[in-house]
T-cell receptor, first 112, second 114 residues
């Protein structure tokens, strides 16, 4: 069955460092991959989308890579800030894109 | 703001009672989704809709039904609630043709089934 794996352990880093989150998937050929941010008690908020033919995408302090051979995406937050503390969700869509499936998310804590 | 409103935001009910959650959108988007979120499982798709009266099942549809009689409203019904359906339910919309692009989520409906 299709599976998305994100590190279930929380990631704790110091302010100013780069946070790197991992998303691995199996039994899936996504047309594109997305990253969302979720704060406690709130709905997820879209951050970035990367297509299968793109290797890397950037938006301000965020960078996403997508390796369809390794079936892996890395999500980087550079110069991290305490305000970046949240849960980050990886999501995949296949061709057609009618169903988006999500990983369980990784909790990030940025310490001042 | 994607103009998505979920109601009720919080509900406590008893096992065996029917429950309906409502998702209302103001921008006439064609694609609407219902997810549930549980610790350790993340977001799981229950049902989705690609137009009025057009719906399909997601990965965890057992025990749930949906209806979409108007573009703006997508209803999720638990015919007979069970404790395993205690969860946070999120509605989402996908702008455009639905074949690409991000989801916009509501604020969630927290359901507790005693």
């Amino acid at each position: 069955s299709q599976k998305i794996e994100q590190n279930s352990e929380a990631l704790n880093i110091q302010e100013g460092k780069t946070a790197t989150l991992t998303c691995n998937y199996t039994n899936y050929s996504p047309a594109y991959l997305q990253w969302y941010r979720q704060d406690p008690g709130r709905g997820p908020v879209f951050l970035l989308l990367i297509r299968e033919n793109e290797k890397e995408k950037r938006k301000e302090r965020l960078k996403v890579t997508f390796d369809t051979t390794l079936k892996q995406s890395l999500f980087h937050i550079t110069a991290s800030q305490p305000a970046d503390s949240a849960t980050y969700l990886c999501a995949l869509d296949n061709t057609g894109g009618f169903k988006t499936i999500f990983g369980a998310g990784t909790r990030l804590f940025v310490k001042a | 703001d994607a103009g998505i409103t979920q109601s009720p935001r919080h509900k406590v009910t008893e096992t065996g009672t029917p429950v309906t959650l409502r998702c209302h959108q103001t921008e006439n988007h064609r694609y609407m989704y219902w997810y549930r979120q549980d610790p350790g499982h993340g977001l799981r798709l229950i049902h989705y809709s690609y137009g009025v009266k057009d719906t399909d099942k997601g990965e965890v549809s057992d025990g749930y039904s949906v209806s979409r009689s108007k573009t703006e409203d997508f209803l999720l019904t638990l015919e007979s609630a069970t404790s395993s359906q205690t969860s946070v339910y999120f509605c989402a919309i996908k702008p455009g043709q639905g074949d690409t692009g991000e989801l916009f989520f509501g604020e969630g409906s927290r359901l507790t089934v005693l």
